[in-house]
């Protein structure tokens, strides 16, 4: 069984639509990260949560926002998805330590119309 | 800008060939990740190095850190089909930054 599991894998939205992605992880990690991948761009840090009551900005934080409602899952919401926002978002893990390692999940890819 | 830039960012080579991939940077990192990503999947860790200077060996892939840690390169020998995808540094300063990844395409 996957470790690090996101869904939903694929999701179809309008412009205006609220949309949540969810992450859950079995591998006792206190730290989760939510990702967005875009060609020629790599992977870019939306938010991210070091343990259940901590919560923090990445990168481009702007029109995303994250819940930690346990130790094991972390979702991200757009409250309001527009067309740039269409990407594969990933879900990562890692534990407290001197190279942060990350696990994935196997991303969501969003299409925003 | 990218803080980490990759290159070259597309590959395409034979099978049997030699190749190096870089990710350099202006900024120092307290280490630096190579991660391999297959499509529909997420990134897969290869190797972390630390130390400036520092080479890791993994079976046909070498690893080098540089020696002031701002910049490091992937060596792959004798490269096979199986090693096609996407190859992403990762380098940690109190946050992960990624590059924009080299997509290599090894042809049988």
């Known amino acids: 069984d996957a470790d690090v599991t996101q869904t939903p894998r694929n999701r179809i939205t309008k412009t205006g639509k609220r949309i949540m992605l969810e992450c859950s992880q079995t591998k006792g990690h206190d730290r989760m990260y939510w990702y967005r991948q875009d060609p020629g761009l790599g992977l870019r840090l939306i938010y991210y949560?070091?343990?259940?009551?901590?919560?923090n900005k990445g990168e481009i934080s702007d029109g995303y926002s994250v819940s930690r409602q346990a130790q094991a899952k972390f979702s991200l919401s757009l409250e309001s998805a527009i067309p740039n926002q269409t990407a594969l978002y990933f879900c990562?893990?890692?534990?407290?330590?001197?190279?942060?390692?990350?696990?994935f999940g196997p991303g969501t890819r969003l299409t925003v119309l | 800008t990218q803080l980490l830039e990759q290159s070259p960012q597309f590959l395409s080579i034979q099978e049997g060939e030699n190749l190096t991939v870089y990710c350099n940077s202006s900024?120092?990192?307290?280490?630096l990740q190579w991660y391999r990503q297959e499509p529909g999947e997420g990134p897969v860790l290869l190797v972390t190095?630390?130390?400036?200077?520092e080479v890791k060996k993994l079976k046909r892939l070498t690893f080098q850190f540089g020696d002031a840690r701002k910049d490091s390169s992937l060596h792959i020998t004798a490269a096979q089909p199986g090693d096609t995808g996407l190859y992403l540094c990762?380098?940690?300063?109190?946050?992960?930054?990624f590059g924009a990844g080299t997509r290599l395409t090894v042809k049988p």
């Open positions: 900024s120092v990192f307290s280490s």
């Open positions: 190095v630390v130390t400036g200077g």
């Open positions: 990562a893990t890692s534990v407290k330590g001197p190279t942060d390692t990350q696990y």
């Open positions: 990762a380098g940690n300063n109190n946050d992960m930054r």
């Open positions: 949560s070091f343990d259940v009551k901590d919560i």
